[in-house]
Each structure stands twice: as structure tokens, then as C-alpha cells.
């Protein structure tokens, strides 16, 4: 699966994208990624041109929040908390095995914001998602 491939089913959802270097959490050299991520489909596919094995990640923007959990059982446990089921939503399985979640924002999330967060037993929520190769037939619907 190249860059072009794993990027373009975000961008067509209008979830910003940029390039990391290749099996890293790095952005190339000279990248400015809070200004460069773009939904552009030819931006995306000069970058696909530079490197296709560079890495997909996902910008937070104002209608799209993400979840990752880096601890098993992350959602359902936090969902649990809420008092709700396991949303139906775009999920991706992390390298570690554990799991991204994509999600509209509502009011309740845009007041929470898109942040950094370090759990105490060392799982994180991030403004940025890191998408592993995926063939997009496999993204459940966003929620």
C-alpha cells in the first residue's frame, strides 16, 4: 500500500493528511505539518511521488476528533465509564495492536479539544493519528 493509497480515503472525508518518514512517527525534514496538512489530492500525490512509503497521519481539525488507545480494552472501558456501547465508527488497529477511533466532533468534543493526554498507566489520546497500511474497504463508517 503506498502514501496515496492509505491517505486518500481521509482526505475525501476532508481529515487533513501529512507525510511522516517511513515506519516513523517523524515528519520528513523541513515539514511544517500544522501548516502543510492538507486534504488536496495533488499535494498528496507529490508527496506519494517524493515517498510512497511514508507514513499517513491525520490532523485533528474542527470536524473530525480521534481517539487512540495505546491499553487494551481502551474503548470498550471508556465507553463503559460513559455509560454507552461501542460506537460504530472508522477504526483502525494500531502497530501495537491497540486501536484508533475517528469521530464528527460534537459540542461535547469541541469543548473537550483535540489534545495530548498521557494516561497514568501509559496510554495516550492524541490530536494527530498515525494509520497504519489498511485497504480503506475495511474503515467502518464514521459515527
Not at 481521509?10 to 515506519?23: E, R, T
Request: hydrophobic residues 40%.
Amino acid at each position: 500500500m503506498s502514501f496515496l493509497s492509505i491517505a486518500t480515503p481521509f482526505i475525501q472525508l476532508g481529515i487533513p493528511v501529512f507525510p511522516l518518514s517511513p515506519k516513523t512517527k517523524i515528519p520528513p525534514s523541513g515539514l511544517h505539518f500544522l501548516e502543510e496538512a492538507t486534504i488536496d489530492p495533488k499535494k498528496v500525490a507529490s508527496w506519494n511521488e517524493e515517498n510512497p512509503d511514508y507514513n499517513v497521519a491525520l490532523l485533528a481539525n474542527d470536524e473530525f476528533c480521534f481517539l487512540e488507545f495505546d491499553v487494551a480494552k481502551g474503548m470498550s472501558t471508556a465507553a463503559a465509564e460513559m455509560g454507552h456501547e461501542i460506537p460504530l465508527t472508522r477504526t483502525q488497529v494500531s502497530g501495537k495492536g491497540f486501536g484508533h477511533y475517528i469521530f464528527k466532533h460534537t459540542e461535547r468534543s469541541r469543548a473537550l479539544g483535540n489534545r495530548s493526554v498521557n494516561l497514568p498507566e501509559g496510554g495516550e489520546w492524541f490530536w494527530l493519528s498515525v494509520m497504519p497500511p489498511t485497504s480503506p474497504a475495511s474503515l467502518a463508517p464514521i459515527a
